[in-house]
């Protein structure tokens, strides 16, 4: 007698491909809802806790399904297919189109969940029908099961998502997922009802799901067309961000994952305020330090000081060769990041800062909002506290802080987490038409006094105007809040409570 191990080995693993699968949609579904909505930390949480719920909920009703247990296995995994290959498609249309984002996000993780929940007990019965081993039944179909979640949630970061973006990984998983259905069906179609119909559906639908993979870049620009106001230019995946590039008339805008990182129109006051300021309070500017800064802006003011030599710390090394060679960025950065004076590093800031020996007369933190747990830390107590160890006597800091107006708490956090390590801090703000009120802090161990005048050739700063960035209005005042912490993250509470409240 064969063994239900040999006898069901089809079935075993196509559990494994099919639940890998499963973990990729749901890991989409929170990548996708993290992009579109922010808030990372509450995506995946939502997305885990409603998955392992739907798990239970679909294993609660197999007990309903009394017969043809072939048929409901073979339409359990044909669904699983069809909803999670077109499950990051449907995310951005609703997002689009419609009011309610997260009532389609929770019934897309809903229906994966109860359906995957679904698959095991009907193949264990399917199995147990035939073969009364259920010790070493149960025991291979969820080694199976499990193995193929733990190989999905390992592809998605490292494979999936850079080399092959949303819509790409959606459609290729949902292949995979379909083309296991279609094995089960053509290989077990005798013990099926009507296999003909079955046997077409899934065929139909696998050529639909590479076709949707074969199209998917045209699919992202037509949904980027809709994400962005004016025309995508440039759409890249990298291993860690969605880079795109818009353009309308001479106005070229930069976006990460999803967030506008300069106008061409009018980044030269975010820059000119992010360098000349500190540069102005620095008792020398020989070596710099910028973290972030990977477009090459911050890199392009700085060398306006002919004794500046700067170290550039970008994570993302796609970031920084676009702009380093695409035509239309290096006309605005004026080939900064080629320069002889600019060497890049493309590593972790918090990592550089940590094990990095080096000091610095001036450091520029350029980093973007920290609207997650990876930026957070870049805004802690300690890693201040870790870049003051960088700075030589007379050094100072200066760190792109979001909107004193827009996101009132998370800027005054940034202003006394910065304090609670010693540090003297002078904030300031200003207009940026792209980006709205937008504020900086200046801070140093030592009492910050302006040591220097500001370059000739700037376009907006101004020894007339400067005075004016430090003051201001009782909407945009002090508030007390808590210190930011690597324990205690509150600073992500703060902006995307902001964020909320603004949208």
């Known amino acids: 007698m064969k063994s239900p191990i040999k006898e069901y080995r089809l ?3 196509t559990t494994l491909l099919i639940s890998g699968c499963s973990m990729v949609y749901e890991l989409i579904i929170s990548a996708v809802s993290s992009y579109l909505t922010g808030n990372s930390t509450l995506q995946y949480s939502i997305t885990i806790g409603l998955y392992m719920s739907a798990l239970g909920i679909g294993s609660f009703l197999s007990k309903f399904v009394k017969r043809n247990l072939w048929g409901w296995f073979a339409r359990v995994e044909i669904l699983i297919g069809i909803i999670g290959g077109s499950c990051s498609l449907i995310l951005f249309l609703a997002y689009l189109h419609l009011s309610a984002y997260v009532v389609v996000m929770y019934a897309e993780i809903l229906a994966i969940g ?6 095991i007990p009907l193949l264990t019965r399917i199995i147990e029908e035939d073969r009364k081993e259920l010790r070493v039944t149960l025991s291979s179909i969820f080694s199976f099961d499990y193995i193929g979640g733990l190989i999905g949630s390992i592809a998605f970061p490292m494979l999936l998502l850079p080399h092959l973006g949303y819509f790409a990984t959606c459609f290729l998983s949902g292949l995979l997922n379909l083309t296991a259905a279609a094995l089960i069906i053509f290989k077990y179609s005798k013990k099926l009802s009507r296999p003909h119909l079955y046997k077409l559906l899934v065929l139909i639908l696998v050529v639909m799901m590479a076709v949707g993979m074969v199209f998917s870049e045209n699919i992202g620009n037509l949904i980027e067309g809709g994400l962005y106001r004016d025309r995508v230019i440039l759409s890249k ?3 860690y961000q969605k880079i795109v590039v818009t353009k309308h008339k001479d ?14 129109v009018d980044e030269y006051r975010y820059h000119e305020a992010l360098v000349h300021l500190p540069m102005c309070y620095a008792e020398k500017r020989e070596k710099v330090l910028v973290l972030g800064g990977g477009d090459g802006m911050a890199a392009r003011e700085i060398l306006k000081y002919p004794e500046a030599h700067i170290t550039l710390i970008d994570l993302d090394k796609a970031m920084t060769d676009l702009c380093s060679t695409d035509p239309q960025i ?12 600019v060497q890049i590093k493309n590593m972790d800031a918090y990592q550089f800062i940590e094990q990095s020996e080096e000091q610095f007369d001036v450091i520029i933190i350029d980093l973007p909002d920290p609207n997650n747990e990876s930026l957070n830390k870049l805004y802690t107590n300690v890693f201040y506290r870790m870049c003051a160890s960088h700075l030589t006597k007379g050094g100072v800091m200066n760190v792109q802080s979001t909107s004193p107006y827009f996101a009132r708490k998370a800027y005054w956090c940034i202003d006394k987490t910065m304090e609670s ?3 003297q801090v002078n904030s300031f703000h200003l207009q940026v038409p792209a980006f709205g009120d937008w504020g900086f802090h200046i801070a140093a161990p030592q009492t910050l006094r302006k040591l220097h005048a500001l370059p000739d050739d700037t376009k907006f700063i101004s020894e007339d105007n400067l005075s004016a960035l430090f003051i201001f209005g009782k909407d945009e005042e002090r508030l007390d809040t808590e210190i930011n912490q690597l324990t205690k993250p509150v600073l992500i509470e703060y902006y995307n409570e902001a964020v909320r409240e603004w949208e």
Do not use: H, P
């Open 11 to 13: 079935l075993m693993l």
């Open 114 to 119: 109860t359906l995957a929940g679904l698959e």
């Open 237 to 239: 995946q990298t291993e």
């Open 251 to 264: 106005d070229l805008r930069l976006y990460i994952d999803g967030n506008c990182q300069f106008s061409t």
């Open 330 to 341: 290096t006309a605005v950065n004026g080939g900064s990041l080629t320069d002889k004076r």
């Open 421 to 423: 390590e010693g540090l």
